[in-house]
Nanobody, 127 residues
Framework: VQLQASGGGLVQAGGSLRLSCATSGRTFGTYGSQGWFRQAPGKEREFVAAIRRSGGSTYYRNSVKGRWTISRDSAKNTLYLQMNSLKPEDTAVYYC????????????????????WGQGTQVTVSS
């Protein structure tokens, strides 16, 4: 199983980026949950957003709600994170992750709920 994140870059505050996470090695539709995490310099990795296969439910950290959208395209075996209205505090390395299970809500933000991880893509937002 491989997850390949891409789409990061340098953008001015207020701009947009779309991250992609291409998956290979297994049927995309069998993942129970998929998510995005980020790690800023000197900080711990933190949850950003997740989507569950069952019902397509989505979840976001409060600071990105209303600005970002997580989605998936099973035909393309790809997970996306559309990031609008970017802020300098969004600067981080972004990682995609996937789980075999439909993660319960109380564990959706926990790193150890996810079984597979991509290598990360850098997002830098200038002020």
């Amino acid at each position: 199983v491989q997850l390949q994140a891409s789409g990061g870059g340098l953008v001015q505050a207020g701009g947009s980026l779309r991250l992609s996470c291409a998956t290979s090695g297994r049927t995309f539709g069998t993942y129970g949950s998929q998510g995005w995490f980020r790690q800023a310099p000197g900080k711990e990795r933190e949850f950003v957003a997740a989507i569950r296969r069952s019902g397509g439910s989505t979840y976001y950290r409060n600071s990105v709600k209303g600005r970002w959208t997580i989605s998936r395209d099973s035909a393309k075996n790809t997970l996306y994170l559309q990031m609008n209205s970017l802020k300098p505090e969004d600067t981080a390395v972004y990682y995609c992750a996937a789980s075999d299970r439909s993660i319960i809500l109380t564990r959706i933000e926990a790193e150890d709920s996810y079984d597979y991880w991509g290598q990360g893509t850098q997002v830098t937002v200038s002020s």
